[in-house]
T-cell receptor
Framework: DGGITQSPKYLFRKEGQNVTLSCEQNLNHDAMYWYRQDPGQGLRLIYYSQIVNDFQKGDIAEGYSVSREKKESFPLTVTSAQKNPTAFYLC??????????FGSGTRLTVV | EDQVTQSPEALRLQEGESSSLNCSYTVSGLRGLFWYRQDPGKGPEFLFTLYSAGEEKEKERLKATLTKKESFLHITAPKPEDSATYLCAVQAGNYGQNFVFGPGTRLSVLP
């Protein structure tokens, strides 16, 4: 079955540490997205990519970085510059003008 | 500024007690309004897309409607398995690839 796979499901980060969240899709979708979800707030866009080797900042890109070397993969790195990284991170993909297909999410906690 | 609000924030229903969830939006040039269902600790699952005022979509016990200012998600004779958070998102002409998400309505259906 086609879908989006996010890993790990849970991730713990120490102060000053960079961590990378994985997102892989086998839907053959061109566009991929990273969203952050906090309690009581709508999803907020971190980065998105419409084609390989190209990506754009979303509304809250500071402290995050991405790469898009393959169509299927769009990893997100949470750097030490992100001061409040504890959140639920969602990866999504999209084809044309249809709605998003989301992964199952990664919950990141600072310890 | 484009905005999406949802009400109520939380709703508790008895099994079989029908009700409606509201999504109000102020955007420039609506391109589409999307409803998603999200279970705890999981990614959102696509339900409906509405494109123009007057449009309606149905799926099992759910019916989504759209006006120029808001959308309603009607739940008829809900069951406990309908318990989830329901998210509304709009795609506006100015955003292109981006969506604006509401904070969601947390629905609990009691047996």
């Amino acid at each position: 079955d086609g879908g989006i796979t996010q890993s790990p499901k849970y991730l713990f980060r120490k102060e000053g540490q960079n961590v990378t969240l994985s997102c892989e899709q086998n839907l053959n979708h061109d566009a991929m997205y990273w969203y952050r979800q906090d309690p009581g707030q709508g999803l907020r866009l971190i980065y998105y990519s419409q084609i390989v080797n190209d990506f754009q900042k979303g509304d809250i890109a500071e402290g995050y970085s991405v790469s898009r070397e393959k169509k299927e993969s769009f990893p997100l790195t949470v750097t030490s510059a992100q001061k409040n990284p504890t959140a639920f991170y969602l990866c999504a993909s999209r084809k044309g003008n249809y709605g998003y297909t989301f992964g199952s999410g990664t919950r990141l906690t600072v310890v | 500024e484009d905005q999406v609000t949802q009400s109520p924030e939380a709703l508790r229903l008895q099994e079989g007690e029908s009700s409606s969830l509201n999504c109000s939006y102020t955007v420039s040039g609506l391109r589409g309004l999307f409803w998603y269902r999200q279970d705890p600790g999981k990614g959102p699952e696509f339900l409906f897309t509405l494109y123009s005022a007057g449009e309606e979509k149905e799926k099992e016990r759910l019916k989504a409607t759209l006006t120029k200012k808001e959308s309603f998600l009607h739940i008829t004779a809900p069951k406990p398995e309908d318990s989830a958070t329901y998210l509304c998102a709009v795609q506006a002409g100015n955003y292109g690839q981006n969506f604006v998400f509401g904070p969601g309505t947390r629905l609990s259906v009691l047996p």
